[in-house]
């Protein structure tokens, strides 16, 4: 099709609701932003790589950046040859759910893998909109209906776990791909898709309601970033055709905050308690919140990510050249996350800080390990004080206790070599006792120029054992921290078994006066 064509047929759609990524009325804009310096040198590798791009494994990854490459370069070839590759994988586009996650939930037709099919279909759908024939748009229509949110949209009215459970990455993730495939099935069923949107935006609504009041999440900050990145998916697109402003919510003008307490002080990662990972990306989360809302920190965190990492076709269509970055200098240092019962103390905001954590919350939260009362120390680049994070992920690993999630793995108490209690995991709501008696709650949090402290009650997660673990933390700034338990056994006829756990990579020197180093 000629450039002619193309032009044509973007003028006569009708309010382009095709174009929820807004690419094709600023097509420009976004171009001269391929020549700053953030994005010069990976632009012109990225349209080269994708020229001489040879079919992979992973297709559907592969079609969605030949398709952006095209979109903005406006390179003819590479719409042919995304289009053709696309035209290929349409039969069996969207893949059916992944054996661990069928195994884990035999109820379910659709899981993660099947959502994240449908939302690449939906942005290559819109990348290579000008080029698309009806044919092309009905293989595309009837994959998301008959294989993708078809599937997810039953599910959702059948009540499946995941569709209110507000605390969960699968919530977002699944709902977000329904209500981007909403979007694109605008064209062919308008009844259909308002039924997918409004079925989506609902749980995806009560999401962003439950974390407003400090923008945390139990799932620990990994699949915090994940799970309202998918939010943020379909807050972008509903502004982009005109529907609801979602970032008019609260949540996201407090949403940096959660990452940036949880983030290491150099932000080669963040602090990966639970399953969460020991990197730090998707600096184009925080360049959509900042070119919103004009949000300097935001900017500030995104070109603190970006820096360390190559950037994306989303940093690109979010990022604003004109936002003045503002750093954390004016926040405090220290901050009680008190919906998750997470404590974060540092010394300053320079890459060398100090830095603490002191970790409560509940063993029934998903995506938890057994840590409770568990802190974690970095100091002047180093990491003193570390945590396994998460192990290999299969069906076992989430039915039972890996020795990554093991109490013993972690930097809390240990009592006859046993396990801290865990309750039916995947409680959704941020209620400690909801879920049973395994949780940590953070109280008397003080904090000034000279001392921090906190204190977390983690009694109820030792059972039988314990009739009191208090662990509180004395914080003498800039680089001191005093730890005192306050351990009561409850009477048994034997002898008890205490370890008070300490993880490092560094050798631990016992220096026979009962002191270490």
Not at 22 to 27: A, E, H, P, Y
Not at 221 to 232: F, I, K, N
Not at 493 to 498: D, I, L, P, S, W
Request: proline share 5%.
């Amino acid at each position: 099709m000629n450039k002619e064509n193309v032009e044509r047929r973007l003028k006569d759609s009708t309010k382009q609701t095709f174009d929820f990524c807004n690419i094709w009325s600023r097509r420009e804009v976004i171009l001269e932003k391929t020549e700053l310096p953030l994005f010069s040198s990976w632009w012109k590798s990225f349209v080269e790589s994708q020229q001489t791009l040879e079919p992979s494994n992973n297709p559907i990854e592969q079609i969605e950046s030949i398709a952006f490459a095209y979109a903005i370069s406006g390179d003819e070839a590479l719409g042919q040859k995304a289009l053709n590759s696309l035209r290929k994988e349409l039969p069996t586009y969207i893949p059916s759910t992944s054996i661990i996650h069928k195994e884990m939930y035999p109820e379910v037709e659709a899981d993660l893998t099947v959502a994240s099919a449908c939302k690449k279909l939906a942005y290559t759908y819109n990348f290579l909109h000008p080029l698309l024939e009806s044919t092309d748009k009905q293989l595309i229509f009837n994959q998301l209906v008959e294989k993708g949110a078809g599937l997810i949209y039953r599910d959702t009215l059948a009540g499946a776990w995941w569709s209110n459970a507000p605390n969960s990455n699968w919530c977002s993730h699944l709902l977000s791909g329904l209500a981007l495939s909403g979007i694109v099935l605008m064209e062919d069923d308008l009844n259909l898709s308002e039924k997918w949107i409004n079925a989506a935006t609902e749980p995806l609504k009560k999401m962003l309601d439950l974390a407003g009041e400090e923008g945390a999440g139990i799932e620990g900050t990994g699949y915090w970033c994940g799970c309202y990145r998918s939010v943020q998916e379909w807050t972008e697109a509903a502004k982009n055709i005109g529907r609801d402003d979602w970032y008019s919510h609260p949540f996201w003008q407090k949403a940096v905050e959660f990452p940036l307490y949880m983030s290491r002080p150099d932000k080669s990662g963040l602090m990966n308690f639970g399953d969460t990972g020991e990197g730090l990306g998707m600096s184009h989360f925080f360049y959509a919140i900042a070119n919103a809302l004009d949000h300097g920190l935001a900017q500030w965190f995104g070109d603190q990510i970006a820096v360390k990492h190559s950037p994306s076709i989303w940093d690109l269509l979010y990022y604003n050249p004109n936002l003045e970055p503002a750093p954390p200098d004016y926040m405090p240092t220290d901050r009680f996350f008190k919906s998750v019962h997470l404590a974060s103390f540092r010394s300053n905001w320079e890459e060398d800080a100090v830095f603490f954590i002191l970790k409560g919350g509940s063993n029934a939260w998903s995506h938890c390990h057994l840590d409770l009362n568990s802190f974690f120390i970095d100091a002047y680049g180093e990491r003193l004080v570390v945590d396994p994070g998460p192990g290999n992920y299969s069906s076992h690993y989430f039915t039972s206790v890996e020795p990554e999630v093991s109490t013993a793995w972690h930097n809390t108490l240990l009592v006859d070599n046993a396990d801290q209690r865990q309750p039916p995991r995947y409680r959704m709501s941020f209620d400690l006792e909801e879920g049973g008696d395994a949780y940590c709650r953070l109280t008397d949090m003080v904090s000034s120029y000279k001392i921090g402290m906190i204190c977390g009650d983690a009694t109820t997660a030792y059972g039988y054992y314990l009739d009191q673990f208090f662990r509180r933390i004395v914080y003498l700034k800039p680089n001191r921290f005093i730890i005192y338990d306050s351990i009561r056994a409850r009477e048994v006829r034997t002898q008890r078994h205490y370890q008070w756990l300490l993880h490092s990579g560094f050798p631990i020197i016992d220096n026979n006066d009962g002191t270490l180093e």
